[in-house]
């Protein structure tokens, strides 16, 4: 009877200790909008930078009841790439996409990718992402990305491109 209560006690421990978990963790959703110029290469990569993304992340971790020192993980559970212009287009004319994250002081690092884009995409692509913890880059100030493609079409005018990203943060428990 005693170690029967002893299990039930630790089960309900650690329900509890998972439901006040989940009180730290929550998401960060970050939104840009990139051009593809007409006139890029066939079969050659070519960048675009994004102007710096602010990330807020203070205010956000406010609002989650924590602070940076108390963040013990930010990863990125999904980049989105979505069409939005012209109309009579869609992703196909894409090859291959990778997007890396730069933030100040820190090293630029790859966090989403798609090889062999097939000609059926459509507006809406999901791209793999990575498993690095990203803390010390959403953590900063700001950020921005750099987005590397190859087109295998020709494009005859400019196509404007969202890009969607949602980071999943863990912080601490009651900063223990």
Known sequence: MLRSLFILSVIVLFSACKQIDKLTQFEMNFEQSIVVPSAVSLNLPFDIITPDITSNSTATYELNNTNKD????????????????????????????????????????????????????????????????????????????????????????????????VFFVDAKILGI
């Open 70 to 165: 108390l963040i013990e993980s930010v990863m990125l559970r999904q980049l989105n790439l979505e069409l939005t212009g012209p109309n009579s287009s869609d992703l196909s004319f894409l090859n291959s996409v990778e997007i890396y994250l730069n933030a100040e002081g820190l090293s630029e690092l790859r966090i989403a990718w798609k090889e062999n884009i097939s000609d059926d995409v459509g507006n809406f692509l999901a791209l793999e992402t990575t498993e690095n913890d990203l803390q010390a880059y959403i953590s900063k100030d700001k950020f921005d990305l750099r987005v590397q493609s190859v087109t295998d079409k020709l494009i005859t005018s400019d196509h404007s491109i969202d890009i969607k990203s």
